[in-house]
């Protein structure tokens, strides 16, 4: 698998190569809470995405921790609500961490 990653903002994100799809896969390794969890309070500030668990069976077993930790984010959309999904995102994911 190819990725990206980063910690410069004090996070362990990854980002699964796209290549060409109008969305990208989260790696949030380690974050305190599930994507599930993540998911529901996106949800609730009017902002969606998909977790893996709910895309993948082979992502549903308890014990592979990295398919409870990856969201599904879409980038197909008009930039600013693209820009204002992303810092809610940065947001909730931060404070999954703390």
């Known amino acids: ?3 990206r990653s980063s910690s410069t903002i004090g996070l362990d ?3 699964h190569v796209s290549e060409g799809a109008l969305f990208l896969w989260l790696w949030f390794r380690g974050m305190k809470i599930s994507a599930e969890t993540l998911y529901s309070r996106l949800k609730e500030r009017g902002t969606f995405s998909l977790f893996q668990v709910t ?3 082979w992502a549903r077993r308890e014990d592979w921790r990295h398919g409870h930790e990856c969201i599904r984010l879409s980038f197909a959309m008009d930039e600013t609500s693209v820009r204002e999904g992303i810092a809610i995102l940065a947001q909730e994911v931060a404070k999954g961490y703390s």
Do not use: G, L
């Open 1 to 3: 698998m190819d990725q």
């Open 13 to 15: 994100y990854h980002v």
């Open 55 to 57: 895309i993948s069976a």
